[in-house]
């Protein structure tokens, strides 16, 4: 072997100085391939386990303050106008709107780490919510006894609920939502970089091995031959898991688009309704704009059940119809002069009561689609997510076995050739 | 040893201990201390803000120019003729056109608590709002058609007043609505059919007892009502609060953010039947008259109506419904005021 050591004058590097090199490239491509591959992977899955687990959690839990709230002002508005009347839906909508907004609000405040913004949110909504139900307490109490004073603390109620509470709650979900899409985001990049690496770690391999073939007359280092097999898997696997996991997040992605869509048409929604009841409440009065408030969150309703194709969305859009004749209904008990009570008390039924025909029914249908639309979404979303952590599952573990072992291997291969020079 | 020498040097192993290293890193990530609140938290949870708010529309209004006007002056009205009997209305006068339609068509207002305000009863046969003001116009319609039950109510706001009887929405506005010379000039008034003052509803342990004491204390009215600019006199050097209308007069009297509500006593006394822990307190310091308004044009109209109030001054109808809403709550129950014909 010594003859060979010396023949190479003329060549600018010395095989010993070359074998050395290439084992060294070799080596440190394989060692920051396989750091890169298993630490991307093991962050990619903690992301979208943080996603599954805390962030979507969250962002539902704000995401139903805001709604939960936006209901409480409808159907607080709805007791009140019902206070002479037992068994109205929205008695019982809302005592659940208000155990649920504490309870969702308990979670979001468990977290309000790293956000300002969120420790602020979170703050104006536990001081806002008990004066919220003060005001409506004493709303309600008052209307029990027929005090008209009633009606000016539901509206300060509502005032409240408008002015101070709702933009914090919509603060709240802001933080969530973006944080979600942070997870999914960071879940959901690309794979070049970790290619690009796979495919220089191969180049490199090659070139060494070529080296050593031509330098040693040795036909195939299997050392070599092995690493190189083994980086390939590394590579074909990421190469084909990567995609799909990246498929898997988009798909998500869409479907919390599509959540979130439904949410947004289904406040619409709870708006509207909760502006027809103060309407009613206010009537007659110097107060509000109650009905031009309905007019424009039923245009928002409109515009967003139109562009919507979910599997409950022609349900929505019959029920906004037969709500759209329900409210028109009511307008001559506002508009034109009254003999009797009985418009009055028609337009009572049909806005409190869940009867056929009336508005409360109808707004009922359409929130309860959106509301299944919305959810159907979120679990689609989830189960997206779930396939995309399972398409890199085994991933980052391999990688760290394979990288070791085609270490191990690019190593023998090279020491055996290496100590022939030394 | 061989094996020694190939840790030593190959350059893979210090790369596979540098993994692993980063891998336990990673593990150990999962696994920080959440840091310690900051002082600034601790602080805004020890003394939050405070949030009880204002009912919406609140304004503290400066002191203007204005004050109370005691009586306009513009209270004078055309002296009524006989009266035709129920049903047999003067062919082409306005009551003639009214009885044609089958029913009056009045404006009034749908929250003021005893004056005008919605029907608590859930029969669809009843009338859907009572009150003092009601009672008038149900005693317009029955010298009209013989029958008090003959009337559609139009729920007007305050600003509506004058409005709705400019573009002919309603035929009669029974509204507290006070007779001063400005709005004589867009509406016809009717005779005074009850007299109120300017007074002060305070919390029953305010030490407020008169208009003086309010000096430098807040009040509140209701916004565009003569009222306010009563209180906004610099005279009485009151820090005047305009709210929206006269409950949430009340919902800020109650949460302790003005001193005293003060407008006519008769509206004041709707406020306080609601809260038996208010009360009235001090001397009249204004005196307003009150009409029905009809549009301008409809002398016979007015003619008409003025007789059906004088009619009923006379045959104590007057006194019955003045006992019915107000009884002696504001002292003992007053003689009919008397009207002033041109």
């Known amino acids: ?422 | 040893m061989t094996r020694a020498d190939q840790r030593n040097r190959g350059v893979g192993t210090a790369l596979l201990a540098a993994l692993l290293t980063v891998a336990a890193a990673l593990t150990a990530a999962c696994s920080t201390l959440p840091a310690p609140p900051s002082a600034a938290s601790s602080r805004a949870a020890a003394n939050p803000p405070q949030l009880t708010p204002f009912p919406d529309g609140v304004t503290t209004m400066p002191p203007g120019p204005s004050g109370g006007v005691p009586v306009s002056g513009c209270e004078k009205t055309p002296r009524p003729g006989p009266l035709p009997p129920p049903g047999q209305m003067p062919a082409g006068s306005t009551m003639a056109r009214i009885s044609q339609r089958g029913y009056l068509i009045a404006g009034v207002d749908e929250d003021s608590y005893l004056f005008g305000y919605r029907n608590p009863s859930t029969d669809p046969g009843a009338a859907p709002l009572i009150g003092f003001d009601i009672d008038f116009v149900r005693e317009v319609a029955k010298a009209i058609f013989g029958s008090p039950d003959k009337v559609r109510y139009k729920a007007i706001t305050k600003a509506q007043r004058i409005s709705s009887l400019t573009d002919g929405s309603v035929d009669i506005v029974a509204d507290i609505f006070t007779v001063d010379c400005e709005r004589a000039k867009q509406v016809a008034f009717s005779s005074d059919y009850f007299d109120a003052g300017q007074r002060i509803l305070v919390n029953q342990s305010s030490p407020v007892r008169s208009l003086a004491d309010l000096a430098g204390r807040k009040a509140c009215a209701a916004a565009g009502t003569t009222s306010i600019q009563t209180l906004a006199n610099p005279a009485y050097h009151v820090v005047p609060v305009s709210a929206v209308n006269w409950a949430d007069c009340l919902v800020m009297l109650q949460q302790g953010q003005v001193d005293a509500v003060s407008t006519t006593d008769l509206i004041l006394l709707g406020l306080q039947i609601q809260d038996p822990y208010t009360t009235i307190v001090g001397p009249r310091f204004t005196y307003e008259r009150h009409g029905l308004g009809m549009p301008l044009g409809e002398p016979d109209f007015v003619r008409f109506v003025n007789g059906v109030l004088e009619k009923i001054r006379a045959d104590g109808t007057w006194t019955a419904i003045y006992t019915r809403w107000v009884g002696d709550k504001l002292g003992p129950v007053p003689a009919p005021p008397p009207p002033d014909y041109q």
């Not at chain 1, 509502?158 to 973006?178: I, M």
């Not at chain 1, 090659?206 to 073939?213: D, I, M, W």
């Not at chain 1, 906004?320 to 034109?336: D, Y």
């Open chain 1, 1 to 422: 072997m010594t003859q060979y050591l010396a023949t190479p004058p003329r060549r600018r590097v010395s095989t010993r100085t070359g074998l050395r090199l290439g084992s060294a490239v070799s080596s440190a491509l394989i060692a920051v391939l396989g750091v890169t591959v298993s630490v991307s992977v093991a962050d990619r899955q903690a992301d979208l386990r943080h996603a599954v687990s805390t962030a979507e959690p969250l962002a539902v839990a704000a995401e139903d303050i805001y709604r939960d709230l936006s209901d409480a002002d409808a159907a607080s508005a709805e007791t009140f106008l019902s206070a002479a009347q037992a068994g109205t839906s929205g008695e019982e909508r809302y005592a659940a709107d208000l155990s649920r907004v504490s309870a969702n609000l308990a979670a979001v405040d468990a977290d309000t780490r790293g956000s300002a913004a969120l420790r602020a949110a979170d703050g104006e909504l536990l001081a806002g919510l008990p004066v919220f139900t003060k005001l409506i307490g004493t709303a309600l109490a008052d209307a029990r006894q027929n005090l008209p004073v009633g009606a000016a603390y539901l509206r300060e109620a509502s005032a409240l609920l408008r002015d101070r509470l709702l933009p914090a709650a919509q603060t709240a979900l802001k933080v969530e939502s973006d944080r979600l899409k942070a997870d999914d985001d960071a879940a959901g990049t690309d794979y070049t970089l970790e290619l690009v690496m796979a495919g220089a770690t191969i180049v490199a391999l090659l070139v060494t091995q070529t080296f050593v073939r031509r330098r040693t007359r040795r036909r195939i280092n299997p050392g070599l031959l092995g690493a190189t097999t083994l980086v390939a898997v590394i590579a074909v696997w990421t190469g084909f898991a990567g995609p799909d996991e990246g498929d898997a997040v988009a798909k998500a992605k869409t479907h919390w688009q599509a959540a979130d869509t439904a949410i947004a048409t289904d406040l619409a929604a709870v708006e509207a309704h909760g502006d027809e009841l103060l309407g009613l409440a206010a009537r007659g009065e110097d107060v509000g704009a109650y009905e031009n408030d309905f007019a424009k969150a039923t245009a928002t309703l409109d515009s967003l059940l139109k562009n919507d194709h979910g599997a409950y969305a022609d349900d929505a859009r019959l029920a906004r119809q037969s709500w759209g004749a329900a409210h028109l209904a009511l307008v001559p008990a506002e508009t034109l002069p009254q003999p009797d009570n009985a418009a009055n008390v028609q337009a009572l039924r049909l806005l409190t009561q869940p009867a056929a025909g009336g508005s409360d029914a109808a707004f009922l249908r359409v929130d309860q689609d959106l509301r299944q639309g919305a959810d159907a979404e979120e679990a689609q979303y989830l189960a997206a997510v779930r396939a995309g952590h399972g398409d890199l599952d085994g991933l980052a573990a391999a990688t760290v076995a394979l990288t070791v072992v085609a270490l191990a291997a690019a190593g023998y291969g090279m020491y055996r050739r290496l100590r022939e020079y030394r």
